[in-house]
């Protein structure tokens, strides 16, 4: 997950996204897009932009959680969250091994799986409202135990279907540009979704993919992959 952040000063704009994201600092990576400039007697003034990146869960320190406790809080903040909303469903938990990237390996995961008839209602078009009740969820979490939990929700199944449904679409737009050899811009999506369109065309031997784009304008470009024979 992502998000960029302005402030007055570098600081202030780390604090700012810090608490949004509801994370510790050392949950995230930090880069520096614009330092900012106070100007000449506040004329010309720019303020400072970060971009906070929150890291796997095996890039972070290690922290003594017990599982059991992690599970209870989880439990507990999701409950709580679908019971203000007025939704009765159904709730599993469990700690789930993910594979990443070829560089980063596999790493740990607490899955949460909503079921109920009236859940449909959080997954939202393409998934937005699923993120922001998770990245509430999260952050909440978070707070409550005093460590960043990396927690993944999904809604009837919805991650599933919608990883199929990207998959397709990416093979579909692959063919275009080996059509007609120009890049194809796909709309903004989450992280986890662009991950998902990068995965399913890294062994393409034609195209390849790459994100362009800030926050929320996050999206992927599916190019011509470079090779001796069309140089």
């Known amino acids: 997950m992502e998000l960029v952040v302005s402030g007055p000063t570098i600081e202030a704009a780390i604090q700012a996204g810090l608490a949004q994201l509801g994370v510790p ?8 897009l614009d330092p900012g400039s106070p100007g000449f007697l506040g004329i010309g003034a720019r303020e400072a932009r970060v971009r906070l990146t929150v890291r796997r869960p095996s890039e972070l320190p290690a922290r003594e959680l017990a599982p059991q406790q992690i599970e209870e809080a989880v439990a507990e903040v999701v409950t709580g969250l679908l019971t203000s909303l007025g939704i009765q ?9 993910v594979e990443g990237p070829e560089d980063r390996g596999s790493y740990s995961i607490w899955a949460v799986r909503i079921e109920g008839p009236t859940a449909g209602r959080l997954i939202g078009r393409h998934g937005r409202t699923l993120y922001a009740f998770q990245t ?3 952050a909440i979490v978070a707070r409550r135990v005093g460590a960043f939990v990396p927690l993944v929700v999904d809604i009837n199944g919805y991650r599933a279907k919608r990883a199929e449904a990207l998959r397709r679409l990416a093979l579909k737009k692959a063919e275009q540009v080996m059509a007609t050899g120009r890049p194809v811009e796909l709309e903004p999506m989450p992280a986890a979704e662009r991950r998902v ?14 994100s362009i784009g800030e926050g929320e304008e996050r999206r992927v470009v599916i190019a011509m992959r470079w090779t001796s024979e069309n140089a």
């Open 197 to 210: 369109i990068h995965m399913a065309l890294k062994d393409h031997p034609k195209v390849t993919t790459y």
């Open 136 to 138: 509430l969820a999260r």
């Open 25 to 32: 600092r050392e949950a995230v990576e930090i880069e520096v």
């Open 89 to 97: 469903a159904t709730l599993s938990i469990a700690q789930e091994a």
